[in-house]
């Protein structure tokens, strides 16, 4: 039976959005990150971070530099009983009128088609969770119910990418997310 996850941004929705973090020193958790992670984890559901790398493509780090920091986040979230399951990243930089030019740049649903095959996951099962209509835009194209966290002036501005729930940071996302699912944290 294919399972449920919950898919996470990961700049600005678990770690703040420095602007193309490529150190372990760039990596700011967001406050409750942690304790929200570890609630799903608690619950069964898979944890995936979706994220937009485009980094990569503008020649400012490599596809290393990305993977030590996934490695870097998983183990300060392991040293809270936390963890990502599995991390997934589009590394292509967008036109030059921002325009994505692969299928996995978020609005694209590359990754989370990838996802789904990978690790059996039923997408209309799942949630996504970001702080960018991007994020919301590829979630609800895919089937996923979707949460966007805080950014007032996005969600006036932009309506027609209403997302399922709007909440200030992952601690009420995952609560909400909890309550969809007739689940309460432990
Ligand atoms: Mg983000
Ligand atoms: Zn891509």
């Known amino acids: 039976m294919n399972s449920r996850a919950v898919f996470l941004d990961r700049d600005g929705t678990i770690n703040e959005d420095v602007g193309y973090p490529a150190n372990a020193g760039d990596l700011i958790l967001l406050p409750g990150s942690a304790g ?3 609630a799903l984890n608690q619950q069964g559901l898979k944890v995936i971070v979706i994220s937009n790398q485009s980094g ?3 020649g400012l780090f490599g596809h290393a530099e990305v993977d030590n920091l996934n490695l870097d986040l998983n183990e300060r979230l392991k040293a809270q009983g936390a963890w990502i399951d599995a991390f997934y990243y589009c590394p292509h930089a967008p036109a ?4 994505p030019v692969c299928d996995c740049r978020k609005p694209g649903t590359g ?5 789904a095959d ?9 949630f996504m969770v970001g ?3 991007s994020d919301i835009s590829a979630g609800a194209s895919c089937g996923c119910r979707t949460v966007l966290l805080g950014n007032d002036e996005l969600f006036e501005t932009a309506p027609r990418y209403r997302p399922d729930c709007r909440v200030p940071g992952l601690t009420a996302a995952v609560e909400w997310i909890l309550s969809q699912i007739g689940k309460k944290p432990d």
């Not at 059996?120 to 799942?126: D, K, N, T, V, W």
């Open 36 to 38: 929200a992670i570890r």
């Open 56 to 58: 990569i493509g503008r």
């Open 96 to 99: 030059a009128d921002g325009e």
């Open 111 to 115: 990754l989370f088609d990838r996802a």
């Open 118 to 126: 990978e690790l059996a996951i039923e997408l209309r099962l799942s």
């Open 131 to 133: 702080d960018k209509l």
